[in-house]
């Protein structure tokens, strides 16, 4: 049997559907709309109650003879380089002004150098992450050697913005419980809180 | 011990003012840690000196919830078990509790100043609790206020700000600070400017005031900052011979009635550097304001940040490459010390520094 690995295709062939649930439901063992691969040229099957559909062509083939399940994967680019990190930060943006952030760093390398201040154009930040980039907005700068596969290397700086979390309701109920403490504490009375309303 | 000593702090970002006002009576202003050890420098300087923090401390104060106003503060207050603990009264509002909370609930962010005051709360719980009774802080600083008073030495302790208006303004302004549904878990940012800042005036005798300017500014209205305080007809009264001079000297804080109505024609005048941002305070142009009210002037610190650090080439190289600009921010933590062998005895007053303190 052919491995995973060796398992080429187009992905423009796999409907959503089961591209779906190639992601979703990867390991589990359900009964219906399985994934199979035909015999050679390796076209992609979807098994139904008693026969299998081309994905291809869309042409029910009955009698074709089931392989045994494997899991399909998008095959993944092979490597084309590898980072050697020399120096790492972690920054908070504090300002953006005529297209210059100035962000304070903390030396995650060595954690006990002081705290710096850089200032760098907006132009280094990619086009993925200048969306994130608002004051109180945390990222990592890293400073290091981008080993291309053919041999060459160059020495890199580069900007990622952390993916933070958004606020949810949930938070806010947590922290509800915590304000009232905090008010139990502070004297904010209920009467006071209700006078304050006005 | 009767002489009166009031130590001034600040490495480049941050600042603490450590006070004896006599009599074995101590006073706390703010709170920043010694960039060497990570202590909050307040403690470690009077444990240095013999002083019990436990017993001794009487009074420990925050100015303001900004970070280099307020690191290490929870651990000063769990040290100084009597002291009274004393903020802004603009921060007695659902407004801030409901930033604190907030923030408090999420533990993935660096911390800020908030996160800071959260942990003043629980010290304040645990106060609470310890003594069965809800204790929150011991005083809300209001204008023109008495916190502190020992009659038999004529210690007197007030605070001359946060302004009626002030207080108003900072409710709206701590509302837009509080992070709303779907909004992305930021690092809460500073709220500038400080008029709710609470500003101190000690006075320890006829002729030895002084004033604590802490980060307020001038504001446009009479009714808040500084204009609010030159104003005032409740505040104390008399001219102070030493003054830390207010918002790390900025001309944002620059009202020239306060240096001729309020201040001594000679005073002692002690800067903490903020080396933070586009401009680090003072400028020149600030220290030019001070220098025509005082020739004693002093700085905690470099105004340019502390010293270069050294790397890998390869990293200095790509680092001048990428950045316009890159320094470190927080130095060696300098010191300024006024001393004064008496309240009375105004004439025999001592001024030492240490390293990188200086005269300007």
Redesign the interface.
């Known amino acids: 049997m052919y491995s995973p690995e060796e398992v080429r295709f187009d992905p423009g062939q796999v409907s959503e559907e089961t591209q779906s649930q190639r992601q979703g439901e990867r390991g589990k063992d359900t009964d219906r709309n399985v994934l199979w691969l035909g015999p050679p040229p390796f076209t992609l099957h979807k098994r139904t109650e008693s026969s299998s559909i081309s994905l291809v062509t869309g042409q029910r083939e009955p009698d074709m003879e089931l392989p045994n399940r494997i899991v399909v994967r998008l095959p993944f680019p092979p490597p084309t380089h590898r980072f050697k990190l020399?120096?790492q930060w972690?920054g908070?943006l504090?300002?953006i002004?005529n297209e210059?952030c100035?962000a304070?760093l903390?030396?995650m390398s060595h954690p006990e150098?002081?705290?710096?201040?850089?200032?760098?154009?907006v132009a280094?930040i990619s086009s993925s992450d200048i969306s994130?980039a608002?004051?109180?907005?945390?990222f990592y700068l890293s400073?290091g050697?981008y080993d291309r596969i053919d041999g060459q290397r160059l020495?890199?700086?580069s900007i990622r913005f952390r993916r933070?979390?958004?606020?949810?309701?949930s938070?806010?109920k947590?922290?509800?419980e915590?304000?009232e403490?905090?008010?139990?504490?502070?004297?904010?009375t209920k009467e006071i809180?209700s006078v304050?309303r006005y | 011990m009767k002489d009166i000593e009031i130590s001034f702090f600040g490495p480049g970002i941050g600042e603490c003012i450590v006070s004896h006002l006599g009599n074995n009576q101590w006073m706390i202003v703010d709170s920043c840690l010694d960039p060497s050890t990570r202590a909050p420098i307040a403690l470690q300087y009077l444990n240095q000196k013999g002083v019990n923090v436990a017993t001794d401390v009487k009074l420990f104060l925050i100015s303001h919830w900004h970070d280099d106003h307020i690191s290490g503060a929870s651990e000063v207050l769990r040290a100084c078990k009597s002291a009274k603990f004393v903020c802004s009264a603009a921060l007695r509002c659902n407004e801030f509790v409901t930033l604190v909370s907030r923030y408090q609930s999420r533990s993935m962010m660096i911390s800020s100043g908030v996160d800071e005051f959260a942990k003043i709360i629980g010290e304040l719980e645990s106060r609470s609790k310890s003594k069965k009774v809800i204790i929150g802080p011991d005083t809300w600083a209001l204008a023109d206020k008495r916190i502190f008073f020992l009659p038999n030495h004529g210690i007197e302790v007030f605070t001359l700000s946060p302004s009626d208006a002030a207080l108003t303004h900072s409710f709206s302004s701590f509302a837009k600070l509080i992070p709303t549904l779907k909004s992305t878990k930021n690092r809460v940012i500073d709220l500038y400017p400080n008029h709710a800042a609470v500003c101190v005036w000690i006075n320890l005798g006829k002729d030895l005031k002084i004033l604590l300017g802490a980060d307020l500014e001038v504001h446009r209205e009479d009714s808040f900052g500084w204009k609010a305080i030159f104003t005032s007809n409740t505040r104390p009264a008399g001219k102070a011979l030493v003054i830390k001079v207010p918002h790390h000297g900025s001309s944002n804080s620059y009202l020239k009635e306060i240096w001729t109505e309020l201040i001594d024609p000679d005073p002692i005048a002690v800067i903490t550097p903020f080396t933070k941002g586009e401009k680090p305070l003072p400028t020149d142009l600030d220290l030019k304001n001070i220098r025509q009210h005082s020739k004693r002037t002093y700085c905690t610190g470099s105004r340019t940040g502390g010293k270069h650090i050294k790397r890998d080439s390869s990293v200095e190289k790509t680092l001048k490459e990428f950045a316009k600009s890159h320094r470190v921010v927080t130095g060696k933590m300098g010191r300024v010390t006024v001393t004064f062998p008496d309240s009375a005895n105004i004439t025999g007053v001592q001024v030492s520094i240490q390293d990188p303190a200086h005269r300007l």
């Open positions: 020399l120096q972690e908070e504090i300002e002004k210059e100035t304070i903390r030396d150098n002081p705290i710096e201040e850089i200032t760098f154009s280094e994130l608002v004051p109180g907005s945390i400073i050697y020495r890199t700086a933070l979390p958004a606020w949810t309701m938070d806010f947590r922290a509800e915590e304000a403490k905090i008010k139990g504490i502070f004297g904010l809180r304050e």
